[in-house]
């Protein structure tokens, strides 16, 4: 995963870092610069000043290969999605539209080529529903890192 995402979002480009919260909005001419980088070049100086006053993070002397993500505009110009995995649940929530609440959902393959498509759609923020996604076999819950004690 990447440190840093620049991407077209409609008619504008932001910067974003993913699992944080605020981003930058960028003018197109640096959006364009980005995109123009080699993966093996550094990152111009308002770059490097703009990631460390919005997210304290360095990246001074590192080939923006290494931590950023130029996302190519979409045909269809697509930044958010919403996925309905699958039809289960289990829980008996009386305002459910779901009815009699099967376990089913496509298979892992076609999950995965769904994911794909909206890759390469563009897609930034992907609102995963259900039923209850987090009861879909193929959910994998998020790793927790173990605090150490002394």
């Not at 000043?49 to 923006?64: E, I, K, Y």
């Not at 269809?76 to 099967?102: D, F, M, P, T």
């Not at 769904?114 to 209850?132: F, K, N, P, S, Y």
């Amino acid at each position: 995963m990447h440190d840093l995402i620049a991407s077209p979002f409609l008619e504008r480009h932001l910067l974003l870092r993913p699992g944080r919260r605020g981003g930058l909005l960028l003018p197109e001419a640096q959006y364009e610069e980005l995109r123009s980088l080699n993966p093996a070049d550094p990152a111009p100086s308002w770059f490097v000043d703009a990631v460390h006053a919005q997210w304290s993070m360095s990246v001074t002397g590192r080939c923006t290969g290494d931590f950023l993500l130029v996302r190519q505009p979409s045909v269809w110009g697509y930044s958010r999605a919403s996925w309905e995995i699958n039809l289960g649940c289990n829980y008996q929530c009386k305002h459910c539209y779901l009815g009699l609440k099967v376990y089913s959902g496509m298979p892992l393959a076609d999950k995965l080529t769904c994911l794909r498509v909206m890759h390469d759609a563009g897609v930034l923020w992907l609102q995963i529903t259900g039923g209850e996604p987090t009861v879909d076999k193929d959910f994998v819950p998020p790793t927790v890192p173990r605090s150490s004690s002394a």
